[in-house]
């Protein structure tokens, strides 16, 4: 409403009298929607008439302290964008500048103008998130936020830039476990999907250390007694194998007993 506002003051500054009233009713037809089913109802003859009107029904009155309040406090996030951050700021500043220029003087305008935009960028590189951007962007000292966002934007791309680029050396010094080549880790190798990777150094050693073994059943190598299936082998010096307990029980028990008499 304040763009409108300034917008229609600018062009009844620039025409001729002898037009304001042709421009009154052009102004009316564009204001639409609730503003206008309202002004309907009321008498309202001239533009100096409807901008009172306007500012006192539909601009929000908030006091300088309060947009000097939000402009102070605001802070760059962690992960925002400069560009984000400038268009924030740049809103916040527009605010400031129109409360601290309503109902000014002519005479104070221009101070006002002036220590609007220090004020903005002040707080523009006070809390930018990156020390480093920071740090160069105030030693440029620089006096127009052009030149301080212009400033920010380079050094955040050149940022950017240097840790994708040690980003990649990094996994360039990578070597997979899997097929043995360089830039990629054994979890994202494309041989393990195709299933033509090479033996693995791991498994192999174990493969080695399992034909050492003795299997204690058979007496063979190459695999453990619990896998073994060949019966069990005879002891040396005995020709029959001892029965077992229960064996030796049921043998003793078909035994005939024999009854002695006196």
Wanted: include cysteine; glycine fraction near 4%.
């Amino acid at each position: 409403m304040l763009a409108f506002i300034g917008n229609v003051d600018t062009a009844f500054a620039v025409i001729n009298p002898e037009q304001d009233a042709t421009l009154y009713k052009f102004v009316l037809t564009r204001i639409s929607v609730e503003p206008r089913t309202a002004i309907s109802h009321r008498n309202l003859n001239n533009w100096i008439e409807l901008k009172e009107y306007l500012q006192n029904s539909y601009i929000e009155k908030r006091t300088l302290d309060f947009h000097a309040s939000q402009l102070f406090k605001a802070k760059q996030g962690k992960d925002e964008r400069v560009t984000d951050w400038i268009h924030k700021i740049q809103t916040l500043g527009s605010q400031f500048r129109e409360a601290a220029l309503l109902n000014c003087s002519a005479g104070a305008r221009e101070g006002i103008l002036d220590l609007a935009d220090r004020l903005r960028n002040i707080c523009f590189i006070q809390v930018l998130a990156s020390d480093r951007i920071q740090t160069i962007v105030r030693s440029r000292n620089y006096q127009h936020f052009d030149e301080i966002a212009e400033t920010a934007l380079v050094e955040e791309s050149a940022i950017a830039s240097r840790q994708d680029r040690h980003r990649q050396e990094g996994d360039s010094e990578l070597k997979c476990g899997n097929c043995g080549k360089l830039g990629h880790a054994s979890n994202r190798c494309y041989v393990r999907t195709k299933r033509d990777a090479r033996v693995n150094p791991v498994a192999l050693d174990n493969s080695k250390m399992d034909s050492q073994i003795t299997c204690h059943r058979c007496g063979e190598k190459g695999h453990v007694a619990r896998k073994c299936w060949k019966p069990p082998r005879r002891r040396e010096g005995s020709d029959t194998a001892r029965p077992s307990g229960n064996e030796s029980r049921r043998t003793e028990r078909r035994r005939p007993t024999v009854a002695f008499t006196q």
